[in-house]
């Protein structure tokens, strides 16, 4: 039998988790045995609790996971094999508005930040979900303990958004110097390096570093 919390918070009439357990509680009181009185046999009830935990269990994914706005990550048409998509770096930028990396202090805020994490991770396909899991995780160590390599980890992910959208000259040698010292900084993590990597190789920038260093 189909979950029917399911699938109303796929249709987007149930759009939080409070909302989720507000529905539950009405209809519990419409089945729960020790309400309906003697002969109840809470068949009903046991069946509506399991579908409700189960919703619950996967709210996220039922939320986000199967709207029909969600961004395909296709890339645009005579764009080089493996170039990211506009939609990407816009969502990569609307993950960092959303305080990326975090971890949400309440409902709302979750809603918000997992529903941009997700639009990304859905922009920038398989290949790059891993590595960005991965640098999300370093950098959530990382503001942890206050490193300081944070700030410059997250302005070099700002700088490569606006490099894919305005191809400035002078900005590609600051990003260049930046990713070459990112790299040779031992708090960075290979999650971030590898992320950040791709994404600046995306972009035509790196094949230097990375030439440099066979060279050596």
């Given at each position: ?36 009185g003697p002969g109840a046999s809470g068949e ?173």
């Amino acid at each position: 039998m189909a979950n029917r919390f399911a699938r109303r918070i796929r249709s987007g009439e149930i759009e939080s988790i409070e909302e989720l357990k507000s529905e539950f509680k009405s209809l519990a009181k419409l089945s729960h045995p020790d309400l309906l009185g003697p002969g109840a046999s809470g068949e009903d009830f046991a069946r509506l609790r399991g579908e409700y935990e189960s919703a619950l269990r996967d709210f996220m994914r039922h939320r986000f996971g199967a709207r029909g706005s969600a961004p395909s990550g296709r890339v645009p048409a005579g764009a080089r094999p493996g170039a990211l998509s506009d939609d990407a770096w816009a969502c990569l930028a609307l993950l960092l508005k959303r305080g990326f990396p975090k971890v949400p202090r309440h409902e709302k805020e979750a809603l918000r930040y997992e529903y941009a994490r997700w639009r990304l991770a859905e922009a920038v396909g398989p290949a790059l979900r891993g590595a960005l899991s991965a640098c999300e995780a370093e950098l959530l160590d990382l503001k942890a303990r206050r490193s300081g390599a944070l700030n410059p980890a997250l302005a070099l992910l700002r700088n490569l958004i606006e490099y894919a959208h305005d191809r400035l000259p002078a900005m590609r040698t600051h990003i260049l110097l930046s990713l070459g010292a990112l790299r040779a900084d031992p708090r960075i993590g290979r999650g971030y390096r590898d992320f950040a990597s791709v994404l600046a190789l995306e972009l035509g920038i790196g094949g230097e570093i990375d030439a440099a260093s066979e060279e050596h």
